[in-house]
């Protein structure tokens, strides 16, 4: 089994060598290695989603719930849950509604985002800061 950050650069490569082409079947990189690196990458303390279930609990049974969660993926049966909403207080007395997807939705988004990247990253400019890997608003400033 081929580690994340190799089959990362094998997209990128493809991604390079298609330029300008569509991409397509690329859901066949996502395997239980996959899912497990992006469990490893969430916020132990996050908030829980409609399914109430913490990342502690997901973690203990991950053995049986990520061979799980590739299936329904793999068969085109998983669908994302309901999300959670709260409204989080502003300033001004109003209210911001945030939405809390579950943990299982965020290994599985997580998982949809290193498959991804590889192949947008190659778009960007190299004077390109936001939302990008390993870039920083004090960067960007700092390079203004």
Same mark, same amino acid.
């Given at each position: 089994?081929?580690?994340?950050?190799?089959?990362?650069?094998?997209?990128?490569?493809?991604?390079?060598?298609?330029?300008?082409?569509?991409?397509?079947?690329?859901?066949?990189?996502?395997?239980?290695?996959?899912?497990?690196?992006?469990? *490893? *990458?969430?916020?132990?303390?996050?908030?829980?989603?409609?399914?109430? #279930?913490?990342?502690?609990? $997901?973690?203990?049974? @991950?053995?049986?719930?990520?061979?799980?969660?590739?299936?329904?993926?793999? /068969?085109? *049966? $998983?669908?994302?849950?309901?999300? !959670?909403?709260?409204?989080?207080? *502003?300033?001004?007395? @109003?209210? !911001?509604? #945030?939405?809390?997807?579950?943990?299982?939705?965020?290994?599985?988004?997580?998982?949809?985002?290193?498959?991804?990247?590889? #192949?947008?990253?190659?778009?960007?400019?190299?004077? /390109?800061?936001?939302?990008?890997?390993? !870039?920083?608003?004090?960067?960007?400033?700092? !390079? #203004?």
């Amino acid at each position: 089994m081929q580690a994340v950050s190799t089959k990362q650069e094998l997209i990128a490569k493809t991604a390079t060598e298609h330029a300008g082409k569509a991409l397509t079947n690329l859901h066949h990189h996502i395997d239980e290695a996959w899912l497990e690196e992006s469990l *490893k *990458k969430l916020n132990r303390g996050s908030a829980t989603g409609v399914d109430g #279930i913490t990342y502690q609990e $997901y973690e203990k049974e @991950k053995g049986k719930r990520l061979p799980e969660l590739l299936g329904r993926f793999k /068969s085109g *049966k $998983y669908y994302a849950p309901p999300v !959670r909403r709260i409204f989080i207080e *502003k300033g001004d007395g @109003k209210k !911001r509604p #945030i939405g809390i997807p579950t943990i299982e939705d965020k290994i599985l988004q997580g998982a949809v985002k290193m498959v991804l990247e590889p #192949i947008y990253e190659g778009d960007f400019y190299d004077t /390109s800061y936001g939302f990008r890997p390993g !870039r920083s608003q004090h960067q960007a400033l700092a !390079r #203004i």
